[in-house]
């Protein structure tokens, strides 16, 4: 009898771990996960155990600034991580096996004094910059102005990539258009390989907030509904496209937010097709429930809750409020991180 992981990768899904750690990746990639993906909060919480002293030390004694010691050890942390699933991205010649990385969130801060279109060149820099010699490496960019403005370009220069932030329909289309654009001044399609991370569980900590008059039924399914119309969009959209790797949605934020919601409650709706992206402890939980996941992605609420939603949720307002907290999710945990390699720099004299 297979396990609950292998039973949600059997019935199609890819299992992609929210962290970097390394023993955490390697545990995972024990249980079938195939992926990985990395943030400034990942990296915090790994120095902050003390395991990377000796090597902060290292890029310290160097004479490395704040900013380039963190980028460093990233870019190294991540590595790590991509050696563990460079095997899968060998077997599936590109189609899996690899990790993300995340270009400067602090490009996104309110205190940036450069203009969207320098935001967008400067994403184009980093992103060329840290993803070569990386094969099965992700840039990782926010579906934001300033993202969607570099991803032409990336995609045309051959980069793999991880649109995040991704809230709504529209932005997922604008990313995915952009995508494509750049993707078809390539020479060749055979390693174009391009992912959108949908967030879940914010929408419906959203729904909680200004939506309180959704019915039971509807309530808590507004992640859940919007990722599945998001996915069923992209499967149309590539049908016809002839991409030898797939182009993929990633179902993030599946960690649940609500004590009474069973851990697994994200997971188990999205069964069946893509990749999801799951905190550890998600997979942990989902591990230990001892269940076994069939494919649920095709399956949606009857039509009256469709209706409600679509009723009574504003989508615009929705994607505003989620992007303007995302944001701030987004570029405090990198000034978090810098402050914190100050405070390592001091300690270790």
């Not at 793999?160 to 709504?168: D, G, I, K, Q």
């Not at 008059?213 to 399914?221: F, N, R, T, Y």
């Not at 509904?225 to 179902?251: G, H, R």
């Not at 937010?257 to 989902?286: C, F, H, M």
Request: aromatic share 8%; hydrophobic share 40%; net charge negative.
């Amino acid at each position: 009898m297979p396990s609950p992981i292998e039973s949600i990768v059997a019935a199609g899904t890819k299992i992609w771990l929210d962290s970097v750690d390394p023993d955490l990746v390697r545990a995972n990639r024990a249980l079938g996960a195939s992926g990985a993906t990395s943030n400034p909060i990942i990296i915090s919480d790994l120095v902050k155990t003390g395991r990377f002293d000796d090597q902060l030390g290292k890029f310290l004694g160097a004479g490395l600034a704040d900013s380039d010691a963190a980028w460093a050890l990233t870019d190294q942390v991540v590595a790590g991580a991509q050696e563990v699933f460079r095997p899968v991205w060998d077997q599936t010649r590109g189609d899996d096996g690899y990790v993300s990385f995340e270009l400067d969130p602090l490009l996104e801060d309110a205190d940036c004094p450069l203009a969207i279109e320098e935001r967008s060149q400067r994403y184009i820099e980093l992103g060329t910059r840290w993803s070569k010699d990386r094969p099965n490496r992700m840039i990782k960019v926010p579906a934001t102005p300033a993202g969607l403005g570099a991803l032409e370009e990336l995609c045309a220069r051959g980069i793999s990539l991880n649109v995040t932030l991704v809230f709504s329909m529209r932005q997922y289309e604008a990313a995915r258009d952009a995508v494509w654009r750049g993707a078809q001044r390539r020479k060749s399609l055979d390693a174009f390989k391009s992912v959108y991370s949908i967030f879940i569980s914010r929408l419906d900590v959203y729904t909680e907030k200004y939506v309180p008059s959704l019915s039971e039924a509807a309530q808590g399914q507004v992640g859940i509904v919007n990722a599945k119309q998001i996915w069923q969009a992209n499967q149309l959209f590539w049908a016809d496209k002839q991409t030898p790797l797939k182009q993929e949605i990633v179902f993030a934020s599946t960690g649940t937010k609500r004590a009474s919601d069973p851990p697994w409650k994200y997971v188990e709706a999205l069964v069946g097709s893509d990749i999801q992206t799951n905190p550890p402890a998600t997979n942990d939980a989902v591990q230990a429930s001892g269940r076994t996941f069939r494919r649920t992605i095709d399956e949606m609420p009857p039509a009256e809750v469709l209706s409600e939603i679509a009723a009574k949720v504003d989508g615009v307002h929705m994607e505003q409020t989620l992007m303007e907290e995302g944001l701030r999710k987004f570029a405090d945990p990198q000034k978090a991180l810098l402050a914190l390699f100050a405070t390592k720099r001091a300690a270790l004299g």
